[in-house]
């Protein structure tokens, strides 16, 4: 029998202290956020409960591309929650089609499949690579391994935490899922000794965001492509953070020059309104599913495909990729500024940087709470690096104010 558990009524918070409480008391301890208590939101600015305003450095780790509550998202919203916002897989809806239509042809890709958050997106890329790897290149059954890189961040669900070199994500979770090799993030030579005719693909970062926005070596892209050309292996990105125009390309590995056999797209595909995930491909890899093998009942619902879509035309403009690559220049410059004046590095492409605290430094932490009081929100990764991931509807001015409040808080 269970146990009925009587809660005390209580009266909704008028305080951020309160929210926070509340928030600490009824809600599992999975994330350590800033005390600011976010009740409004538009463009690149956020208002908390007490009516003051922060600039937003970090935009939903590139969720919030295109700035909160941008009005064409918004729009496309607004009229499809008048007309149908679910329907399952069961049956055909109005959406569906033009929204993969069109992410492909933005993408330059053959097929869609479409799910919710981005760790749905790699464990489908995942599943749809080894069954390629058993049906189409002849590995073994069983017996099909991805080769990934160190410091990578792919999600947390248990097979993407099995290949973490995080102890954090991984302490605590096991038995871990085999099947993958781990090889130096930017370290070709190790990755060729890594692949093996067991090896269905290479899945990659372009640029790793959780581990400090960190940019590989030049041509290190361009050479795994080639490695999983000699060696008969896929190639998948991981666009999820680097992809729809934050490095100031639609996809960062347009940078190098070259294509993916698979990508995996996520965050600001939804605009920062709902959940919108996707692997985009080749229809040889892609098209090894058959029905019933792999699915979700929210994927590619009415709702995420209209909101989908209205992304897919804002980018298909070309402005936002060509906002974040001059604004990016400009966010760059002045982040190189404060090396040797507090910040050891800055490592980053478009509206997107990692900037290093210098030793003796403020923790990543401290550093951002002391941005947060001076009315700018970012957050640190790995307790010395502050992840600079603006929307791409800032100003310049906006950007010069964020980098002065980093300015002050790192100097020594």
Same mark, same amino acid.
């Given at each position: 029998?269970?146990?009925?558990?009587?809660?005390?009524?209580?009266?909704?918070?008028?305080?951020?202290?309160?929210?926070?409480?509340?928030?600490?008391?009824?809600?599992?301890?999975?994330?350590?956020?800033?005390?600011?208590?976010?009740?409004?939101?538009?463009?690149?600015?956020?208002?908390?409960?007490?009516?003051?305003?922060?600039?937003?450095?970090?935009?939903?780790?590139?969720?919030?591309?295109?700035?909160?509550?941008?009005?064409?998202?918004?729009?496309?919203?607004?009229?499809?929650?008048?007309?149908?916002?679910?329907?399952?897989?069961?049956?055909?809806?109005?959406?569906?089609?033009?929204?993969?239509?069109?992410?492909?042809?933005?993408?330059?890709?053959?097929?869609?499949?479409?799910?919710?958050?981005?760790?749905?997106?790699?464990?489908?890329?995942?599943?749809?690579?080894?069954?390629?790897?058993?049906?189409?290149?002849?590995?073994?059954?069983?017996?099909?391994?991805?080769?990934?890189?160190?410091?990578?961040?792919?999600?947390?669900?248990?097979?993407?935490?099995?290949?973490?070199?995080?102890?954090?994500?991984?302490?605590?979770?096991?038995?871990?899922?085999?099947?993958?090799?781990?090889?130096?993030?930017?370290?070709?030579?190790?990755?060729?000794?890594?692949?093996?005719?067991?090896?269905?693909?290479?899945?990659?970062?372009?640029?790793?965001?959780? %581990? /400090? =926005?960190?940019?590989? @070596?030049? *041509?290190?892209?361009? !050479? #795994?492509?080639?490695?999983?050309?000699?060696?008969?292996?896929?190639?998948?990105?991981?666009?999820?953070?680097?992809?729809?125009?934050?490095?100031?390309?639609?996809?960062?590995?347009?940078?190098?020059?070259?294509?993916?056999?698979?990508?995996?797209?996520?965050?600001?595909?939804?605009?920062?309104?709902?959940?919108?995930?996707?692997?985009?491909?080749?229809?040889?890899?892609?098209?090894?599913?058959?029905?019933?093998?792999?699915?979700?009942?929210?994927?590619?619902?009415?709702?995420?495909?209209?909101?989908?879509?209205?992304?897919?035309?804002?980018?298909?403009?070309?402005?936002?990729?060509?906002?974040?690559?001059?604004?990016?220049?400009?966010?760059?410059?002045?982040?190189?500024?404060?090396?040797?004046?507090?910040?050891?590095?800055?490592?980053?492409?478009?509206?997107? %940087? /990692? =900037?290093?605290?210098? @030793?003796? *430094?403020?923790?990543? !932490? #401290?550093?951002?709470?002391?941005?947060?009081?001076?009315?700018?929100?970012?957050?640190?990764?790995?307790?010395?690096?502050?992840?600079?991931?603006?929307?791409?509807?800032?100003?310049?001015?906006?950007?010069?104010?964020?980098?002065?409040?980093?300015?002050?808080?790192?100097?020594?």
């Amino acid at each position: 029998m269970t146990a009925t558990i009587d809660h005390p009524a209580t009266e909704v918070p008028s305080t951020p202290a309160e929210y926070v409480a509340l928030d600490e008391q009824w809600s599992t301890h999975n994330y350590h956020p800033l005390p600011v208590v976010i009740a409004h939101a538009q463009g690149a600015w956020v208002t908390d409960v007490d009516g003051r305003s922060y600039l937003d450095f970090l935009s939903g780790y590139s969720a919030m591309n295109f700035g909160h509550r941008h009005p064409d998202l918004v729009a496309a919203a607004v009229e499809q929650l008048g007309r149908v916002t679910l329907t399952s897989r069961a049956f055909h809806h109005d959406q569906f089609g033009l929204f993969c239509r069109e992410l492909a042809e933005l993408t330059g890709t053959e097929l869609v499949l479409t799910m919710n958050s981005g760790a749905e997106a790699v464990e489908s890329a995942i599943k749809v690579a080894r069954k390629w790897a058993y049906q189409v290149k002849g590995v073994p059954e069983g017996t099909a391994e991805i080769v990934v890189a160190g410091s990578n961040f792919h999600g947390r669900t248990t097979t993407i935490v099995s290949f973490s070199t995080d102890e954090v994500a991984r302490n605590d979770f096991g038995p871990f899922t085999p099947g993958f090799r781990v090889v130096g993030y930017g370290d070709a030579a190790a990755l060729e000794a890594a692949i093996t005719e067991g090896t269905a693909a290479v899945l990659i970062e372009p640029i790793q965001g959780e %581990a /400090g =926005v960190v940019v590989p @070596p030049a *041509g290190y892209l361009a !050479r #795994v492509r080639e490695l999983c050309d000699q060696h008969g292996v896929l190639m998948i990105a991981d666009e999820i953070q680097s992809g729809l125009a934050r490095t100031g390309e639609l996809l960062a590995l347009d940078h190098e020059g070259v294509r993916a056999d698979l990508y995996t797209l996520g965050k600001a595909l939804g605009g920062g309104i709902m959940p919108v995930s996707a692997v985009v491909g080749r229809a040889e890899v892609l098209g090894v599913l058959r029905p019933g093998e792999h699915g979700s009942t929210f994927g590619g619902n009415p709702l995420a495909c209209a909101v989908g879509r209205a992304v897919v035309k804002l980018l298909a403009t070309g402005e936002f990729q060509q906002r974040s690559k001059e604004l990016g220049g400009y966010l760059h410059g002045r982040l190189n500024e404060l090396v040797g004046r507090g910040v050891a590095e800055v490592r980053g492409r478009g509206l997107w %940087a /990692g =900037v290093e605290i210098a @030793p003796g *430094g403020p923790e990543g !932490r #401290v550093a951002s709470e002391a941005l947060a009081e001076r009315g700018v929100l970012c957050k640190e990764t790995h307790d010395t690096t502050l992840r600079v991931a603006p929307p791409l509807v800032i100003t310049r001015e906006e950007l010069d104010r964020g980098v002065d409040a980093i300015a002050e808080v790192v100097a020594r």
